[in-house]
Each structure stands twice: as structure tokens, then as C-alpha cells.
């Protein structure tokens, strides 16, 4: 890489030109496709072959030509264009009557719109001392989207979006991607598949894509970054995705974030003051004040510490719950059986001991499979 570096340095000092420097082919304003709707015109079908001569070396054109080929997947030229300041122009093949003829630099500006003028189109440019030079094919579609292309219902159902989604005729046959999208999956947690699109191909090969009132859930599962998403747009040949449309939705039930239940602990019971009062991820929202949950005993147990009961508040730009301190809380109130209930403790305590002994059965037989 360095060496590369010098060596580049050390021949422009020198003065070497490069010769002929040609492409890569583009269309004007570097477009990303012409535009059937938009009509033939130098601003949206003109191809460009873009070169550069060497100053030094006095170079003229003699001609540039150009071909088309690859349409329908065809690997074979059948489009061809020259033109030269000398020996004049000419257009055959699918390219005959297609051209103008008129223009002095030698770009290929299509002067009639067919999706078959979509294609490969390469060039090559010869100097008048014989040297030459081509670019590599390059794919120009010629894209047609219906008026009014997209249309999108959304219904609200207590914790579904319930979806229609119209994509009239497009040329040639879009990508269409729509359902919700999570940034922090970098891709779609609920996406409509292929086999739930209805896909209409027409006669003349456009294509319409539809799905009728697919439901999307918002439940526990459902990442809080999740927003309705739909794109429809063409993918080449080599995989270049030109984006045509791009529509978000957001609906506050899809964000909304609140306290997650507590897990319940031995012997413990919550008491929810905003009890309804949930979000579809079954959290705990606020509705007039912050949600509060009161940790007390189960009936037959009592605290064995200080506290008799815990008020925890949801802090909701963390959504944690919090004691009266601020603090982030492990909710333990260390609850024993009440004293009058001496036999049923024991048995208590024999419970667990046998569950804690198969717990460890159940990991040394787990350890010994893995050893398998
Ligand atoms: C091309 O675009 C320019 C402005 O962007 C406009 O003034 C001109 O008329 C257009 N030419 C054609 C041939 O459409
Ligand atoms: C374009 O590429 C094709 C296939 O590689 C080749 O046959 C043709 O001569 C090229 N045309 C030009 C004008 O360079
Ligand atoms: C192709 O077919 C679609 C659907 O019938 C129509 O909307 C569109 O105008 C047609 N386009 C051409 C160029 O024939």
C-alpha cells in the first residue's frame, strides 16, 4: 500500500500522464434510474460516458460507442450507438430511433422511454492515434410507478395494529418490506413474508403488491424501539437496492414503558395501587401518579427484620421500582411462618432441603451428560 503511495507521488512529479481516462458510465446528475413518468429528456435519460484526455499528448475523439445488452436477463448486445465527429452516427438494434442523434459529446440520451431500453450499457471511446479504452457494463433501469402508488390503512385494536397496505403497479418488480422494525435489531421483529403478500404481476410484467389486515401484537416480547415500516423499492441485478418509497407509522402504545411486574418472592405478595392500569407489554404505567407496589408477607408469615412492609414507587425514567430512599430495591423482606405454625415450619424446611437436593441431582446429571 505504501509503496503504491510513493510510486503515484513520484510519476505525477515526474510528469507521466495516465493516457485516456474513461467511466464509469452514469446517468446525468449521477441518477439512480430514469424515470418512465418523467418522460425522455436530457435531465432524466441521458446516459454519460464520461473521459478525460491527456493534455500533454494533444488526444482527439474519434469515436464513442456505446451497447446495450442484458435486457430480460439476455447476455447478448442488441442495442448499439456511434458516434463520431467525423464518420457521424448511428443507432441499431434496440437502440434504432431511440437516440438523438444531434448531440456533439457523445453521451446516449434516449429520446423515447420503453422498460426494454432498461439494460447494461457500456462504452468504449478510440482516439484518433488509435488508442482506446471501455468502461465495464452498467445496469440503467427505467423504473414506472403507478400515480398514487402507495396506500396505507392502519387500524388500532386494544394491543394490535391491524394493517392494509396497497403498492399499485411498479416497473420492474419492486422490493416491498413492511412491518415493525427495531433499530436494535437492525432489522424487522414482525415482518409481513412473502407467502402473506398478494402479488398481481400485469401484462406487461409491472408488478402490485397488497396485504389485507395483517395484525401486529405489542405484548411483554416486543422490543420497546419498534415502529410500523414500510419500504418498496427496485433491487438490481447486483444486489443495489434504489429505495423509491419509505412510510413510518408510530403509535404510542408500540413505546410505551413502564415497571415490569415484580417477580414474586417466597412468601411475599404485592399489592399494586394503579392495579388496570397497564401498558401491552403488561407493565405498570402511570396514570395519575407514578405506580406504587406495597411488599408485605403472605397471611402466616410475618417480617423477620425491621420493616413489616415495603412501598416501592415505579421511577419512570428507569423503569425500576424504588424505596422511599431513591434506592433501587431487592424487595426482601425475609418472611418466616408465624410462631404458632412451629410444626409447619419444619416441614417447610424439609421441602426446600429436598428441592435444593434434586436441584443438585439435576445439574450433576446435566454435567455428567455434557461430558458425554
Ligand atoms: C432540466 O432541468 C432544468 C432545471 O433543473 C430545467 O430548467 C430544464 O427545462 C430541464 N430540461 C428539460 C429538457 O427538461
Ligand atoms: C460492451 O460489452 C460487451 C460485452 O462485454 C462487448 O461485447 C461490447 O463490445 C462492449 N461495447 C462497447 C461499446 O464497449
Ligand atoms: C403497465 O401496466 C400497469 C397495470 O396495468 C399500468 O398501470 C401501466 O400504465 C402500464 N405501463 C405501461 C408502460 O404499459
Known amino acids: 500500500?505504501?509503496?503504491?503511495?510513493?510510486?503515484?507521488?513520484?510519476?505525477?512529479?515526474?510528469?507521466?500522464?495516465?493516457?485516456?481516462?474513461?467511466?464509469?458510465?452514469?446517468?446525468?446528475?449521477?441518477?439512480?434510474?430514469?424515470?418512465?413518468?418523467?418522460?425522455?429528456?436530457?435531465?432524466?435519460?441521458?446516459?454519460?460516458?464520461?473521459?478525460?484526455?491527456?493534455?500533454?499528448?494533444?488526444?482527439?475523439?474519434?469515436?464513442?460507442?456505446?451497447?446495450?445488452?442484458?435486457?430480460?436477463?439476455?447476455?447478448?448486445?442488441?442495442?448499439?450507438?456511434?458516434?463520431?465527429?467525423?464518420?457521424?452516427?448511428?443507432?441499431?438494434?434496440?437502440?434504432?430511433?431511440?437516440?438523438?442523434?444531434?448531440?456533439?459529446?457523445?453521451?446516449?440520451?434516449?429520446?423515447?422511454?420503453?422498460?426494454?431500453?432498461?439494460?447494461?450499457?457500456?462504452?468504449?471511446?478510440?482516439?484518433?492515434?488509435?488508442?482506446?479504452?471501455?468502461?465495464?457494463?452498467?445496469?440503467?433501469?427505467?423504473?414506472?410507478?403507478?400515480?398514487?402508488?402507495?396506500?396505507?390503512?392502519?387500524?388500532?385494536?386494544?394491543?394490535?395494529?391491524?394493517?392494509?397496505?396497497?403498492?399499485?403497479?411498479?416497473?420492474?418488480?419492486?422490493?416491498?418490506?413492511?412491518?415493525?422494525?427495531?433499530?436494535?435489531?437492525?432489522?424487522?421483529?414482525?415482518?409481513?413474508?412473502s407467502d402473506q403478500w398478494l402479488k398481481v404481476v400485469y401484462q406487461n410484467l409491472s408488478v402490485a403488491y397488497s396485504v389485507n389486515k395483517r395484525e401486529f401484537k405489542i405484548d411483554e416480547d416486543t422490543p420497546y424501539d419498534v415502529y410500523f415500516l414500510f419500504t418498496l423499492g427496485v433491487t438490481k441485478t447486483n444486489g443495489d437496492y434504489i429505495s423509491l418509497f419509505s412510510t413510518t407509522g408510530t403509535d404510542l402504545m408500540m413505546s410505551s414503558r413502564g415497571c415490569p411486574a415484580l417477580t414474586r418472592k417466597e412468601y411475599q405478595k404485592e399489592t399494586y395501587s394503579t392495579d388496570g392500569t397497564k401498558n401491552c407489554r403488561n407493565e405498570y404505567i402511570k396514570s395519575f401518579d407514578n405506580p406504587k407496589v406495597t411488599v408485605t408477607c403472605q397471611e402466616g408469615y410475618h417480617s423477620d427484620g425491621e420493616l413489616s412492609s415495603l412501598e416501592l414507587t415505579c421511577d419512570l425514567e428507569t423503569f425500576t421500582w424504588k424505596d422511599e430512599d431513591g434506592k433501587e430495591s431487592n424487595y426482601d423482606l425475609r418472611c418466616v411462618l408465624d410462631s404458632n405454625h412451629d410444626h409447619g415450619n419444619d416441614g417447610g424446611s424439609i421441602t426446600v432441603t429436598t428441592s435444593t437436593t434434586l436441584l443438585v441431582m439435576a445439574t450433576t446429571l446435566l454435567l455428567c451428560l455434557l461430558q458425554l
Open 1 to 193: 500500500m505504501v509503496t503504491l503511495t510513493t510510486t503515484t507521488v513520484i510519476l505525477v512529479f515526474l510528469g507521466v500522464g495516465w493516457g485516456l481516462q474513461l467511466g464509469p458510465v452514469r446517468l446525468v446528475d449521477n441518477k439512480r434510474y430514469i424515470s418512465y413518468n418523467l418522460g425522455p429528456s436530457s435531465n432524466n435519460s441521458l446516459l454519460e460516458c464520461p473521459y478525460e484526455l491527456d493534455e500533454a499528448k494533444n488526444e482527439e475523439i474519434q469515436k464513442i460507442s456505446w451497447s446495450l445488452s442484458g435486457r430480460y436477463g439476455k447476455e447478448e448486445v442488441e442495442g448499439f450507438y456511434e458516434w463520431s465527429p467525423s464518420d457521424g452516427v448511428k443507432a441499431t438494434g434496440a437502440l434504432e430511433g431511440a437516440v438523438n442523434l444531434h448531440r456533439q459529446d457523445g453521451n446516449l440520451e434516449l429520446t423515447e422511454l420503453r422498460y426494454n431500453l432498461g439494460g447494461f450499457y457500456n462504452c468504449s471511446a478510440t482516439l484518433t492515434n488509435g488508442e482506446a479504452q471501455s468502461t465495464a457494463r452498467w445496469e440503467a433501469l427505467v423504473i414506472e410507478t403507478s400515480p398514487n402508488v402507495i396506500s396505507i390503512n392502519t387500524e388500532i385494536k386494544e394491543c394490535s395494529t391491524i394493517n392494509t397496505i396497497k403498492a399499485n403497479a411498479v416497473y420492474p418488480e419492486p422490493t416491498v418490506h413492511g412491518g415493525l422494525y427495531s433499530p436494535s435489531l437492525s432489522g424487522y421483529y414482525n415482518e409481513i413474508t
